[in-house]
């Protein structure tokens, strides 16, 4: 099983990822690195910088010459249907014909028909689909296989990460590499998940950079869910750095690191832990460092052994066996910025409804 990491296009993340693939105290290994700029079609993130082709193909060059592959993120789950018009299918395709000629190894996309026109008009390019398809079952593994396009490696939904059972399931039926995203601060199952990735995406096609009092729309108000109830931080998604083993007995191929957009040092410092496998530290500091939460990572360690022999569904009896609750309640800490950092969220929330309401930048040097 390999790591798949981000880069924000500094090439400090090149010297790191060197590092830990010839270093042995490493034990996971990096075979990919995925980014993005930028485009027409957007991609999963807001803040997407706009670079120089040479600065792209130089850092792309070098990752390659490691022996890594490089994969460009045009993940948009939407584009209004324009990749189906003949007169407007050209912003596509210009789009793919300008990321072929980077150099690149892998597009990934969450919109299947876009990689059929990759694999028609660019077949030296390998083709994945993002996690927001949210495949999450057997089922649409072997559909997917049916219905095209033809791809590489697919990136399964989030919400799966502690159903193994059903992760093997899938590795053993795809005929394909199959990755997980490990440091998702998604809330378990969220509902808006999908509007969500889509506004995002709509945004991070028209301008660079985050909007008052739009935000990030939902991940305002998920983090004031988070606030208000422990186990929904225990609920989420993540996998930590001890359990990689876990995935890899399943037959996950490779883990992916979430934090393209994050500062160099977060993503040294994320690729570090998941490549050594272990983390001394504050759990929350792999996810999302500047909120007021702290989770010991070492106090949970045992945590996923309940997950690996539950015999039963989580989607059915989420709440009922109180599990995350009652770990929650002891592992779970909030810092004293909580109730100041809750005040601004519950303003921000109003601004969205009421227009009379003007608002400061969400994101503060002392947050990134």
């Given at each position: 099983?390999?790591?798949?990491?981000?880069?924000?296009?500094?090439?400090?993340?090149?010297?790191?990822?060197?590092?830990?693939?010839?270093?042995?105290?490493?034990?996971?290994?990096?075979?990919?690195?995925?980014?993005?700029?930028?485009?027409?079609?957007?991609?999963?993130?807001?803040?997407?910088?706009?670079?120089?082709?040479?600065?792209?193909?130089?850092?792309?060059?070098?990752?390659?010459?490691?022996?890594?592959?490089?994969?460009?993120?045009?993940?948009?789950?939407?584009?209004?249907?324009?990749?189906?018009?003949?007169?407007?299918?050209?912003?596509?395709?210009?789009?793919?014909?300008?990321?072929?000629?980077?150099?690149?190894?892998?597009?990934?996309?969450?919109?299947?028909?876009?990689?059929?026109?990759?694999?028609?008009?660019?077949?030296?390019?390998?083709?994945?689909?993002?996690?927001?398809?949210?495949?999450?079952?057997?089922?649409?593994?072997?559909?997917?296989?049916?219905?095209?396009?033809?791809?590489?490696?697919?990136?399964?939904?989030r919400f799966i990460n502690r159903d193994f059972k059903l992760l093997k399931e899938i590795a053993n039926t795809a005929t394909y590499e199959v990755e997980l995203l490990a440091n998702s601060l998604c809330l378990h199952n969220c509902?808006?998940?999908?509007?969500?990735?889509?506004?995002?995406?709509?945004?991070?096609?028209?301008?660079?950079?985050?909007?008052?009092?739009?935000?990030?729309?939902?991940?305002?108000?998920?983090?004031?869910?988070?606030?208000?109830?422990?186990?929904?931080?225990?609920?989420?998604?993540?996998?930590?750095?001890?359990?990689?083993?876990?995935?890899?007995?399943?037959?996950?191929?490779?883990?992916?690191?979430?934090?393209?957009?994050?500062?160099?040092?977060?993503?040294?410092?994320?690729?570090?832990?998941?490549?050594?496998?272990?983390?001394?530290?504050?759990?929350?500091?792999?996810?999302?460092?500047?909120?007021?939460?702290?989770?010991?990572?070492?106090?949970?360690?045992?945590?996923?052994?309940?997950?690996?022999?539950?015999?039963?569904?989580?989607?059915?009896?989420?709440?009922?066996?109180?599990?995350?609750?009652?770990?929650?309640?002891?592992?779970?800490?909030?810092?004293?910025?909580?109730?100041?950092?809750?005040?601004?969220?519950?303003?921000?929330?109003?601004?969205?409804?009421?227009?009379?309401?003007?608002?400061?930048?969400?994101?503060?040097?002392?947050?990134?």
């Amino acid at each position: 099983m390999y790591l798949n990491v981000p880069t924000n296009w500094d090439d400090r993340i090149i010297d790191k990822i060197q590092e830990i693939n010839e270093e042995e105290k490493y034990k996971y290994k990096i075979q990919q690195v995925y980014g993005a700029t930028l485009t027409n079609i957007g991609s999963g993130r807001l803040e997407t910088p706009v670079l120089s082709d040479e600065v792209l193909i130089e850092h792309i060059s070098k990752i390659q010459k490691l022996g890594i592959k490089f994969n460009f993120l045009i993940n948009s789950p939407s584009l209004g249907g324009i990749e189906h018009d003949r007169s407007k299918r050209s912003l596509v395709l210009d789009t793919i014909s300008w990321i072929n000629s980077l150099g690149v190894d892998i597009v990934t996309v969450s919109i299947p028909f876009i990689g059929e026109l990759v694999n028609y008009h660019y077949p030296n390019l390998k083709v994945k689909l993002s996690t927001m398809l949210d495949v999450r079952s057997v089922q649409n593994i072997r559909l997917l296989e049916k219905l095209g396009p033809s791809i590489y490696s697919i990136t399964l939904s989030r919400f799966i990460n502690r159903d193994f059972k059903l992760l093997k399931e899938i590795a053993n039926t795809a005929t394909y590499e199959v990755e997980l995203l490990a440091n998702s601060l998604c809330l378990h199952n969220c509902p808006y998940q999908m509007y969500h990735s889509d506004l995002v995406c709509w945004h991070a096609r028209t301008e660079k950079g985050w909007r008052e009092p739009f935000t990030d729309y939902r991940a305002i108000a998920c983090d004031e869910v988070r606030l208000g109830d422990k186990s929904e931080i225990l609920k989420a998604p993540w996998i930590r750095p001890e359990d990689l083993p876990a995935y890899q007995s399943v037959g996950i191929h490779s883990i992916k690191i979430a934090g393209r957009t994050f500062p160099t040092n977060w993503i040294i410092k994320i690729m570090e832990a998941y490549a050594l496998g272990s983390f001394e530290g504050n759990l929350w500091d792999l996810i999302i460092p500047f909120l007021p939460i702290h989770v010991d990572n070492k106090s949970l360690d045992g945590f996923l052994d309940y997950f690996l022999q539950k015999d039963f569904s989580c989607d059915i009896f989420c709440g009922k066996c109180r599990y995350c609750y009652d770990m929650a309640d002891k592992h779970v800490k909030f810092k004293d910025s909580r109730e100041e950092y809750l005040q601004d969220l519950k303003k921000r929330l109003a601004a969205r409804i009421d227009d009379t309401i003007e608002l400061e930048p969400y994101f503060t040097e002392s947050r990134v």
